[in-house]
């Protein structure tokens, strides 16, 4: 949904350059499952719902990406049954391409995937600043997009569990619980962000300070796209 905004905020080439190097640090630890995580993922060996399901909801609270990507479907939502609709779209698509990916074994270069989803937060950001109307005249349909992102998102999701060795034993059982964890880690964080942003709002800075933000949400996109696609050249 476009906006017209107007940044006052502090030089923005610092904060962007201070965003970066945090971003950077971050993806570089965080690409794939921890060691820990991932032994218990590949010990396990029959159906085991709880710890699937906690595990599905860890990696999504500690999911950057998917999190930046929510940050921006949620930015200028202030309804609840708005919030439910985008969300419930998103979640849609990413359970179909976890699900499908893990247990019918569709799979994808993982740094391919993860170079779209940082692209899918570019897009949101540039949506969110009017970009689409003001550069070309045209709006997407943000629900769509949604949806399609999600099936994106879900193949990341899909593309770090193929990476591990998991048993046979009870994976249909196992990945379904580990959906649901997902879930429930997505609703844990938009129940933080929906509180910053409500708070936010409510002060006189935000619509001051939305451009600016979004501005970061972008370039933390591309960030992430250019981390992801050297990984795809360079592993």
């Known amino acids: 949904m476009p906006h017209n905004f107007h940044w006052q905020g502090k030089p923005l080439a610092a904060v962007l ?21 991932a032994a218990f993922l590949e010990r396990s060996s029959g159906i085991n719902l709880p710890g699937f399901t906690y595990l599905g909801a860890k990696h999504m609270v500690t999911g950057y990406d998917h999190l930046l990507y929510l940050t921006g479907v949620i930015f200028f939502l202030r309804h609840l049954r708005d919030v439910a609709l985008y969300v419930t779209l998103f979640a849609l698509g990413h359970s179909i391409t976890l699900l499908t990916g893990v247990l019918a074994g569709l799979q994808l270069n993982a740094y391919i995937v993860d170079a779209v989803i940082g692209l899918s937060i570019v897009y949101k950001a540039f949506e969110n600043l ?31 569990l193929q990476d591990l060795a998991l048993s046979d034993e009870g994976l249909v ?12 880690g997505q609703l844990l964080a938009l129940v933080f962000l929906l509180t910053f942003f409500n708070i936010w709002r409510s002060t006189p800075g935000f619509a001051k300070h939305a451009y600016g933000f979004n501005v970061l ?4 996109g591309f960030a992430l796209f250019g981390y992801q696609t050297m990984g795809f050249f360079y592993e």
């Open 217 to 220: 949400l972008m370039f933390a």
């Open 17 to 37: 350059l201070a965003i970066f190097a945090a971003l950077l640090a971050v993806t570089a630890s965080a690409h794939g499952v921890s060691g820990t995580d």
């Open 173 to 184: 059982a196992n990945m379904i619980a580990f959906n649901v964890g997902v879930e429930i």
């Open 130 to 160: 009017g970009g689409f109307r003001a550069c070309f005249g045209v709006q997407p349909n943000p629900k769509g997009a949604v949806f399609l992102f999600g099936l994106v998102h879900g193949f990341g999701l899909a593309t770090k």
